[in-house]
C-alpha cells in the first residue's frame, strides 16, 4: 500500500455557505465550487491549501452521517483523507492486517474520487478516508 499524501481535511459545518465566507473571505482560500453527493447525503466545497484540500461538508438531511457528526461533537474536523495509489489494493491489504474497514469496496465520493473509510475504533479514534483520484 502506498500512501501518496493528505489528499483533504474533511470539516463538517452547519451552513456551507455561511462557513465559506470565514474561508475566503478572512483566509483568503479559493472555493473551486460545490457539489451535492446524494448517496452521502453531503453538500461539499473544496479549498485548496497548498499541496492538499480542505472539504467542508453540509448535511442535506437530519438523517446524514454530518447531521449526526453535528449533533454528537459540533462542527469541526470529521475525517482526513490519505490519497492512495491504488484504493482496491489499499483495502485488500488492510484488510490483510486486520484493519476493520467501514468500506470493504470503495464507493463514489465527490470530485469524482473512488473512496473508501476505516473504522475510527482501529485507527485510534480518527476517521481516516482513503482515495483514490
Known amino acids: 500500500m502506498k500512501v501518496l499524501k493528505v489528499d ?7 451552513n456551507l455557505d455561511e462557513s465559506l465566507k470565514f474561508y475566503t473571505e ?3 482560500l479559493k472555493c473551486e465550487g460545490t457539489e451535492v453527493v446524494e448517496e452521502q ?8 491549501c497548498g499541496d492538499s484540500e480542505l472539504e467542508l461538508l ?3 438531511s437530519p438523517d446524514g452521517p454530518i447531521a449526526r457528526f453535528i449533533e454528537k461533537n459540533g462542527e469541526g474536523i470529521q475525517h482526513i483523507a490519505l490519497r492512495v495509489e491504488n484504493i482496491e489494493r489499499a483495502l ?17 465520493g465527490a470530485g469524482g ?10 485507527t485510534k479514534g480518527v476517521l481516516l478516508e482513503l482515495s483514490e483520484r
Not at 447525503?41 to 485548496?48: G, I, Q, S, W, Y
Not at 474520487?113 to 482501529?122: D, G, M, R, S
Open 58 to 60: 453540509e448535511s442535506t
Open 92 to 108: 485488500e491489504y488492510l484488510k490483510e492486517q486486520g484493519v476493520r474497514l467501514i468500506d470493504e469496496k470503495p464507493r463514489y
Open 8 to 14: 483533504h481535511i474533511g470539516i463538517a459545518v452547519k
Open 41 to 48: 447525503k453531503v453538500r461539499v466545497a473544496f479549498l485548496p
Open 26 to 28: 478572512v483566509l483568503g
Open 113 to 122: 474520487a473512488k473512496i473508501a473509510f476505516l473504522h475510527p475504533k482501529t
